[in-house]
């Protein structure tokens, strides 16, 4: 892993809060040169702790107003079933995220749909018919209490020595 020091840890948390600010506004917050911003930002790109830049859009303003949270089980594992129900999940714009998890389930999908009709098609009629999926559980969101995609960077931090 790439050493990083004060300067470009200030970089990702301002670049993490604002993905569009110019090379000016981050030099001036952070104190720096815009050329050194720029250098530093090319640097944290090619190492790969900036994966890509993205405009984060609001899913009600959309008319995404339904969340679900969806524990699905498999019949079996295999790495053929596992593959398969990995690329039929990846593309399906409904689901924000998958992780294959430990515990009671094999993975926890977000999925997001319009309303509530349109989230019991997606889990009756598409979820539910791909091959080996053997149950699906889903807790709907009530409310949203906290949705961020800034990640923490304190373990990051330089320790005194």
Avoid: W
Wanted: overall charge negative; some cysteine; aromatic content about 4%.
């Amino acid at each position: 892993m790439t050493e990083l020091d004060k300067f470009d840890l200030q970089l990702l948390t301002e670049l993490q809060h604002d993905g569009q600010a110019s090379n000016a506004v981050l030099a001036e917050r952070i104190h720096l040169s815009p050329s050194q911003v720029s250098r530093r930002v090319q640097r944290l790109e090619q190492a790969g702790f900036i994966e890509r830049y993205v405009a984060l859009l609001r899913p009600v303003a959309i008319g995404l107003g339904v969340t679900a949270f969806v524990n699905v089980s498999l019949e079996r594992h295999g790495e053929v079933l596992t593959d398969s129900f990995d690329e039929t999940v990846r593309e399906m714009e409904e689901v924000l995220e998958c992780f294959a998890i430990s515990g009671e389930a094999d993975y926890l999908l977000r999925v997001v749909t319009p309303t509530l009709p349109a989230l019991s098609e997606f889990l009756l009629h598409r979820l539910m018919r791909i091959a080996g999926v053997r149950s699906v559980k889903s807790n709907i969101a009530l409310s949203e209490v906290k949705r961020t995609t800034r990640l923490p960077l304190g373990h990051l931090r330089a320790t005194p020595r």
